[in-house]
């Protein structure tokens, strides 16, 4: 008998990357006990990005400069559409998620494709001209989810979406996560995490020896926010990781599987 998902976890790629990149999350991530996740890994659309010399890659928003530095603009080319993008996706996952029988032991077998639009949307979609929902575990029944039961989360360049889409979603979500990212949008954006999403809880991690996003943005974005929060109503998570680079170790993942347990719990 298939178990409703009670949660679900959007993860966003970073630049270059496609939907696939991140799909091993639902394997490593451990079962819950009484929550079942069901997973989202959308792709984004190819299009010129200044750092790669122009040349068009997969990429959420044009990146001036890597390392991607205090320096790099803020309000970047493309980050709009992206915002609306994912906003449509968090709709999505609230309107129809599906369930499985596993929890979030969910693996890659469980993938399926979307049509929408007359697109092809799946683990292997790749457009020149839209971004793509990516895989959903795990396969059908259907039922809605509220937003305060959804996590946004990504890496590096899906890290800066999750922050910026995150904190501009209509309703309050169940967390969000940012791997070596970064914070769009400055004051704005904070603006919101310690505004309306005040008591939404963040987690945060970046590797000490990241040298394509440089790891002060973390602890900028980090201390930001939490700055805002000294009333203490909503939890930043901050973790380094010593000798880390642009990625995610074994610790880290323990650590947001931690946090989700956490956050996910009634």
Known sequence: MATKPTHALIFIHGLGDTSSGWSFLPRVLPSYPGRTLAFSFPTAPVQPVTCNGGMSMTSWFDIINIPVAPTEPDDPKGVDESVKFIHDLIN????????????????????????????????????????????????????????????????????????????LFPTPLSGCVCLSGWLLRGEDNVAMWTGRNANVPLF???????????????????????????????????????????????????????????????
Request: hydrophobic share 35%.
């Open 92 to 167: 999505k996952t609230m309107e129809k998620v599906r369930a499985n029988s596993r929890s979030s032991e969910a693996t890659a077998t469980h993938q399926f494709n979307f049509i929408t639009n007359n697109f092809l949307l799946g683990r292997f979609a790749f457009s020149a001209v839209r971004p793509t929902l990516g895989p959903f575990f795990p396969p059908s029944p259907q039922h809605s989810l509220p937003s305060s039961r959804i996590i946004l989360g990504g890496f590096s360049q899906g890290g800066a979406m999750s922050l910026l889409a995150g904190s």
């Open 204 to 266: 945060i991690g970046h590797g000490t020896a990241d040298q394509v996003v440089l790891p002060v943005l973390a602890e900028t974005s980090s201390s930001l926010i939490s700055d805002g929060r000294d009333d203490g109503s909503g939890k930043v998570t901050y973790k380094t990781y010593p000798g880390e680079g642009h990625g995610a170790c074994d610790e880290e993942l323990k650590d947001l599987a931690e946090w989700i347990n956490e956050v996910t719990g009634e």
